[in-house]
């Protein structure tokens, strides 16, 4: 009997700190959208109060200002995200998938205005996620946020790193007239925008 009890009480504190550090948990805030704009179905601009748009609520973390840093070596890097980014967003012009993984993997200071000190294996190809968190949503051709200090932007597909998981001969890729996210065949030419983690 005492065995018994003793087991519960272990049991009920052991299930009373994973609620406890479930509760506390980490979270992240998501950035903004960009968007502050809202409209109709027709596409006619209206008041943002009340329509329940992404425009009339501004969810997220609002944007440091500065949103982006020229580092003045060949470099970016973005505020928000602590990612750095290749000042040159069209280096390698259109590859297709895994040549542009290469581009990106082997880049290093001295190739492309880089004069940062980083080495090859410093870069890679961004996920998915990180290329759509330079995307602002209110704006096109590129969708990328006012003032960003970037050179050679492409309004077109950029390939990421991320492979398409329903298809494995596809991967993600953002296009940057727009903000667009699909996939494509991993033989198909997208450019190629390498970044690197913050120092």
Excluded at 23 to 50: M, R, V, W
Excluded at 74 to 103: R, S, Y
Excluded at 106 to 125: I, P, V
Aim: aromatic share 10%; hydrophobic share 35%.
């Amino acid at each position: 009997m005492q065995k018994i009890i003793r087991i519960t009480l272990h049991t009920l504190l052991l299930s009373s700190l994973f609620m406890l550090s479930s509760a506390f948990a980490a979270s992240i805030t998501l950035p903004q959208t960009g968007q502050k704009s809202c409209s109709d179905a027709d596409g006619k601009a209206i008041a943002c109060a009340g329509s329940g748009q992404d425009g009339a609520w501004l969810k997220g973390a609002a944007w440091p200002a500065p949103r982006f840093t020229d580092n003045s070596n060949g470099t970016v890097t973005d505020n928000l995200t602590g990612l750095i980014w290749l000042k040159n967003a069209d280096c390698f012009n259109t590859q297709v998938w895994t040549a542009a993984l290469t581009c990106a993997n082997t880049l290093a200071s001295g190739a492309c205005g880089l004069t940062d000190g980083s080495k090859s294996g410093d870069w890679r190809l961004p996920n998915r996620k990180e290329l759509q968190s330079l995307v602002d949503r209110s704006k096109n051709s590129p969708a990328l946020p006012a003032g960003h200090p970037f050179t050679s932007v492409q309004s077109n597909n950029y390939w990421s790193s991320s492979s398409y998981s329903n298809r494995a001969t596809n991967a993600w890729y953002v296009y940057l007239n727009d903000g667009y996210v699909s996939s494509n065949y991993k033989v198909i030419i997208n450019y190629v925008w390498p970044v690197r983690a913050g120092q």
